[in-house]
């Protein structure tokens, strides 16, 4: 009959299309919990990373020529093409967290940039206006995925987020900044209320010395279950040291000097640390989690091969 091949046709394209926002949704919808925190002249930056992937790492960069030493934190599998968090021997650092995905559009006066951009900006980049700088002048299709905050050692940080066809820019001098997984500029477009969100509101609330208990709010916005939190950080950009913890095991961190670590190029696997839980709990199990991480490789090249 004429148009049952077209209608057929029509129908297989719309259940892989629903097929594929469904990947992308599930992919997409994991907690981070991110924040700054400045007083007295010290500055700290700290965050939960919470995923199903099974190889954090951090790979470190020397510095070379007119680049910045770097420290990428993220997932061995990806790095350094998607990097998760990092910091710079300048203080300057950053961290992705995951918000309900908008529709970009191109600023055709503009270059875009590829995932892997924020190697560039700590490399080149000494502290968050430069940061913004760099990073208000290319399109970056990713920022209408997550959103990205900033910090660097002055106590200055920004949350850089995409909505509405537009940057959206939200700079903080205060004490205290943080996100977790909807659009600070806009929470009318999902993911919110956050529990995590108000735990961290709260913390900053209480009276009393907070300096000494950032790692209690990480232990307090922790996550277990589908998407664990798999590693944690505090940024010390003060005395330019970085404390690593394994597996939401806050009882058992690894500290470094930002120096010693930049010294040379390497990669460190953090999940071979082995404390804290022996593994990663997940409702799909090994087998879910594998399938998963096949699925947001193919996602990724999807992106990066996307044509402008």
Not at 59 to 73: A, E, M, R, V
Not at 92 to 110: E, G, I, M, N
Not at 215 to 242: A, C, N, W
Request: aromatic share 12%; charged share 20%; glycine share 6%.
């Amino acid at each position: 009959m004429p148009g049952v091949g077209r209608t057929k046709g029509y129908l297989r394209m719309k259940i892989i299309s629903t097929l594929v926002l469904l990947v992308l949704i599930a992919l997409s919808v994991y907690p981070c919990s991110i924040f700054k925190y400045a007083t007295a002249g010290r500055t700290y930056f700290c965050g939960n990373e919470d995923w199903i992937a099974s190889d954090p790492a951090i790979q470190t960069i020397k510095p070379k020529d007119n680049d910045y030493g770097c420290i990428l934190f993220g997932w061995r599998s990806f790095l350094p093409r998607y990097v998760q968090a990092g910091i710079n021997s300048k203080g300057l650092c950053f961290d992705w967290a995951a918000v309900p995905q908008q529709r970009f559009v191109r600023d055709a006066t503009k270059k875009d940039l590829s995932l892997d951009f924020t190697v560039e900006v700590l490399k080149r980049c000494a502290n968050v206006d430069e940061a913004i700088e760099y990073i208000s002048s290319y399109n970056i299709p990713h920022l209408a995925e997550e959103h990205i905050m900033l910090a660097d050692r002055t106590g200055k940080s920004c949350v850089i987020e995409y909505n509405h066809s537009q940057l959206q820019l939200v700079r903080d001098n205060s004490e205290f900044q943080f996100m977790t997984n909807f659009h600070l500029t806009d929470k009318s477009l999902g993911w919110y209320p956050c529990d995590r969100h108000a735990k961290m509101a709260a913390f900053f609330n209480e009276r009393g010395n907070k300096e000494t208990r950032l790692v209690e709010l990480l232990d307090r916005v922790h996550q277990e279950g589908q998407y664990p939190t798999v590693y944690s950080y505090v940024f010390d950009l003060s005395s330019m040291k970085i404390t690593v913890y394994y597996n939401h095991n806050y009882r058992s961190g690894k500290t470094w000097s930002l120096g010693d670590l930049t010294a040379k190029d390497a990669i460190l696997d953090i999940s071979r640390w082995k404390t804290g839980p022996p593994k990663f709990s997940s409702v799909l199990g090994a087998q879910g989690a594998r399938i998963r991480s096949g699925l947001f490789r193919i996602c990724l090249l999807m992106t990066q091969e996307e044509a402008p």
